[in-house]
């Protein structure tokens, strides 16, 4: 170690001339005021380039003048010798891009008469060193100048510099040559830069590696991920298994996602990419699991709180999702990995046990509710018919919701009988009304009293509901749309109370709103049908979407021509009822005092009142009589005609045609989502007892090689006919206790779902003197059996 190295410092040597610091210094001028705002922005800096390449100015820093004497002694090198003999930045960074050791020859002897070192800052480009920039100008996977510029950085003693320099500009920050030689996919350079020290947990941290808009590659960081998230099994292998520095699979990024978080990042549900990520996931799996028994990698939750699986559900990576849930290993030493254990096969019958945890809605912030409430999921409908979540909503809707439901429908619709029994025997007079002691009197008053608390259970609710799930606004108007419709109804209610109690008589317009809406709310219920529940869909579907736009729309016309209307037409004299002709009296004999008062264009409510009736086919013209500019009022009802009644009107017919054609393809899944939503908000109301009464599943201890491995598992069975003789060699009655390498070499010949059981019926069926036969005609009959199944 150097002097300098002891104190915690280190001086580099300079030997440039004073006109090469001249140039730099008028080069970092420039650079400071372009980032100062002073000039043009400085382009970005990019990670490689074979075009001349901007360089980053010397930084300021205390250095050996070498040249500080020359001139006083008399032994000043003529320039362009010395030029010749130089190794600058630029001349190395040309030499390893060209791949040209021969330019390189006289570096460690220069290097060393010059006291300098590779990992110098004169040799750094924002962080890139020369070993970077030979890295990524690779040659069928070669590049003859990193062995050498590794070897001559050992000679020179800052071997472990050189090969952990990383990237310092903003946008690459972090980077090293590990991670540019494993995106390179040059396994060979990976292990040497092990082997010479390099850091196997450096994080490349820029810009360019974290998710953002534009373009970037967000890959976790770490070099281990990185290997994992390009489909490099043998450098994955490497580096968790070298002897130098295994790479810790628990670690984690700037966003707290460890290597299998990476890999659910980069999933695109598409064959190709699937298969290769989950082959991926379970390989890091394994290999972990054997080196470290006791860490549960799958656990580790990132930032946001989720674990590889629930990101997996969270960003609608269906492919994974699907294999982590129905993952299962029949190795012994690697059976514990599973979530899916199959416990019996009889045919085409698979029984099969399914890991609850993370998965039930029982437990907070489980896969179940980040499905159920993420409107902004895709594939979330298809996500939740995958098992065993589809089999878990159908039992939790059979054993308490469906009841629980049914009881709310009748509790609700005795609500909306006495609140209209009540509202239709309302008093006259002015409010709030004085107490009948008389039996009809109590009544009224307790049918007023059961719709506050109603009313107030449905205001309360509602908070709650959106406090717990903090909806955003698309997830409010796409699944909340009746929970929309309840607070509204409580609010509207609650408003009618308070005018009440105040003695204003405008308490019964907010009361006969709220009166039609809980009417309305009662379509809420008809989920609990699938028939129903469709047609539900399908007018949410068509008011949400298709009804919304056109009135939008339509409003724009109509008080843009009303307010044109208006404007246009001036009010005619007013005339006595005697002046009218009597064919024009339509009620009868006038006064001769009385005067007759018609509707005027000149009010905007009337006008807009009246333009909406020609919408819809009820216009009258009687009332232009007398007005001046009639010509310009036709053309302006002509052209409100056109663009309201035949092209808004016809337009909205085919909008709702083609939503009712839409929603029909997955009206199912849209039932089966808002009804998994009303299972999971039946359910957070239950009291804790309840909830853990009705829990899903039950406790199985699977006996893997962890021990006592006891897990909540729900049980699903399934019929398959496609694979019922594909996977006999590996199921066992027992899962856990039995392996499939310690079956006796007798019981193979007849693998049968209850070996020993089946195995006595047919040794019993066998006599010695034909034996082979009926063996013979075992197989044909079950060779002809799996023809017709196929």
Known sequence: MDKSEMFGFSLEADNRTEAEKSRQKATKKDG????????????????????????????????????????????????????????????????????DVEKLGCLHPYLRQNMKKLSDSLYQSYGKTALMKALLHLKDGKNETVELLIDISEKMGDIK????????????????ALHIAIERRTISYVKLLVSKGADVHAKACGIFFKPHDGPNFYFGELPLSLAACTNQPDVVDFLMENECQRADTKLTDSLGNTVLHALVVVADNSKDNTEFITNMYDRILKTTAKLHPKLKLEDIENDKGLTPLKMAAKTGKIGLFSHILKREFQESHTKHLSRKFTEWVYGPVHCSLYDL????????????????????????????????????????????????????????????????????????GKPPFPLERTT??????????????????????????????????????IDGYYEILFFVQGVLFLVSAGLYLSGRPEYLGFLVLCLALSWVNLLYFSRGDIHMGIYSIMIQKMILSDILRFLFVYVVFLFGFSAAVVTL?????????????????????????????????????????????????????????????????????????ILTYILLLNMLIALMNRTVEKTAMESTSIWKLQRAITILDMEKRLPCCLRKSLRCGVEKNLGTALGDDRRRCFRVEEVNWNKWNINLGKINEDPGCWDRAQQPASDTLLNTPNRASRGRSWRGFFTEGSRRRQWQTYQTTETSLNTTSV
């Open 357 to 428: 945890a993370s998965v039930d809605s029982y437990e907070d912030n489980s896969v179940m509710e980040i499905l159920v409430y993420g409107s902004d999921i895709p594939n979330r409908h298809e996500m939740l018919q995958r098992e065993p979540l589809s089999r878990l909503l159908e039992h939790k809707w059979k054993t308490f919701a469906g009841r629980m439901f049914f009881f709310n429908f009748l509790v609700y619709f005795l609500y909306l009988i006495i609140f209209t029994v009540v509202a239709y025997n309302k008093k006259e």
């Open 440 to 477: 009809m009197g109590y009544l009224y008053v307790s049918g007023q009293l059961l719709m506050a608390l109603a009313n107030c259970y449905f205001f309360f609710i509602g908070i709650v509901d959106m406090r717990r799930k903090r909806p955003k606004l698309q997830t409010l108007l």
């Open 32 to 99: 400071l005021v372009s980032a100062l705002g002073l000039g043009q922005e400085s382009p970005k800096a990019p990670m490689d380039t074979d075009y001349q390449e901007e360089m980053e100015a010397a930084k300021p820093q205390i250095r050996f003048n070498l040249n500080f004497d020359k001139g006083i002694r008399g032994e000043e090198e003529h320039s362009r010798e010395r030029d010749s003999k130089t190794f600058n930045i630029d001349r190395l960074f040309e030499a390893v891009a060209n791949r």
């Open 161 to 176: 510099e050189f090969v952990n320099s990383a990237y310092t500009n903003s946008y690459y920050k972090g980077q090293t």
């Open 569 to 641: 037409l001036i009010e005619p004299p007013k005339r006595n009822a005697t002046e009218i002709p009597k064919k024009t009296r339509l009620y009868g004999p006038i006064d001769e005092d009385e005067e007759c008062v018609k509707p005027t264009f000149r009010s905007i409510s009337y006008t807009t009142l009246q333009l909406f009736k020609f919408t819809i086919g009820m216009g009258d013209m009687e009332f232009t009589q007398g007005y001046q500019y009639k010509e310009i009022f036709y053309v302006l009802l002509i052209g409100y005609i």
